[in-house]
């Protein structure tokens, strides 16, 4: 079938985690032409995209309560295997496919899809990219990635960057298409409230180390002593038993539950948009908060008390203005973003924003309006990668060739309670043993 010819783009999603579906979602209602899901009247229901959700099965499929906290809206929402999903793109019309997944997943959904549309005149147009900050296996993600219509950067740094990895290696690099983080917004700050509030962005897997990750909480919970007419909070991703896009094994919950804290420190849960509302300082690792935090000229800081390392992620802030470390803000020190690097990160706190995605737009209704889009052709195939592809297609149950591999979980109806009931207890068996058993395991190791 075609895709659907009406005003109103139909467009699906594939994300696997509670941080991806934000992204895919987000980017979704930003590139797609027409009218938003935020501009769009509360009355006029058809007025955005019609978005449909589908959550790829697996060991970070978020909770309801975890995509309640997102906040972003969808006509219809299934949890679904890759092959589940491939059948749904074989039998439902869509204009535009988003694809947020890990770029193995990526890779095994562009064979999939090409097999599923092969032969079709028109077919939907393919996107996809990063969630935030590109700062490890670069090469190897982008190239997993590369056959999308679009593979969409973040920045300028970065779409420059992408097309350097795919020309390099003499791939096509013409579906970069350079935007921004779509979840930015929210008013820009306007001074200080009362109480002054610091808020700790902390990560999943940044630090990994129960002795690092003790040291920031201990930090925190210091300068709360230090300040006790200042509102200090420690602003989690999740909470014990929940996975989002990265593993987390020593959840600071459970760390602090060990500590003495004072009564103006908190940990929170929530938007994150809602709670740099009452931000006067943010202090992170390396989350993407901080580029959050940024556009809405927060007063933004980047850790340094561990180092400035690639595997913490805060060499991707050298040249910002924001590296300092608890000592310094415990002496009152206060960053000054470099406005340059800023502008080159995706950020628009300049007031751009609203342009980021126009080059995104543009592009899809071109594609849109052409009569015929050519197959999906990513880099990697059964010729170029032949000791790599087949692995990464298999662990999604496809064959080299795209096609379902004999024994792949059925497509044609709905999980029933028994298998319900077993997934969910070997998904809660795999979280305990990642959170519990893991780290007694490698402390047993260190003796």
Known sequence: MPPSTRKTPRIAVLADSDTRWKWGALTADRITPGPSME????????????LSGFLLRGRA???????????????????????????????????????????????????????????????????????????EKLADGLLLRHGADLVLANSRQDADRFRAVYEGVGADASAVTEVALPFLGGAPYTGEHDPYTVVFAAQPSVPDSRKD????????????????????????????????????????????????LPPNFRLVYGHMGE???????????????????????????????????EVLGNHHFVGSGCLASWDQLDAGHRPAPDEEWVARQGVAADGSYATAFEAARERIAKLLAAP????????????????????????????????????????????????????????????????????????????
């Open 213 to 260: 990750r003790t040291y920031l909480l201990e930090r925190l919970v210091r300068h709360a002593r230090m300040f006790p007419e200042r509102e200090v909070l420690l602003k989690l991703r999740s909470k014990p038993g929940e996975h989002t896009t990265h593993i987390e094994e020593l959840p600071y919950q459970k760390l602090a539950q060990r500590s003495d």
């Open 39 to 50: 501009t769009a009247s509360r009355d006029d229901a058809q007025a955005g995209p019609a």
């Open 372 to 447: 015929e889009l050519p197959p999906l052709t990513p880099y990697y195939t059964p010729a170029t990668a032949p000791g790599y592809l087949p692995g990464i297609l298999a662990r999604h149950h496809l064959g080299p060739d795209g096609s379902p591999l004999p024994g792949a979980p059925a497509a044609d109806k709905e999980p029933g309670p028994v298998r319900q009931i077993v997934r969910r207890a070997a998904r809660g068996a795999y979280r305990h043993g990642v959170q519990r058993v893991a780290p007694v395991i490698r402390r047993m190791g260190e003796l």
């Open 275 to 309: 709670v740099l509302d009452r931000t006067d300082l943010l202090v992170t690792v390396s989350s993407t908060a901080a580029l959050e935090s940024l556009h809405r000229r927060i007063p933004t800081v980047v850790l340094t008390d561990l180092g400035v390392r």
């Open 61 to 135: 499929t978020p909770t309801p309560r975890q995509l309640e906290e997102v906040g972003v809206r969808a006509d219809s929402l299934r949890e679904v295997t890759a092959v589940e999903f491939l059948r749904a793109m074989a039998e439902e019309e869509y204009d535009v496919v988003v694809i947020a997944l890990v770029g193995g997943g990526v890779q095994a959904m562009l064979h999939g899809l090409g097999r599923v549309w092969e032969g079709r005149q028109k077919r939907p147009v393919v996107v996809t990219g990063y969630v935030g900050v590109v700062y």
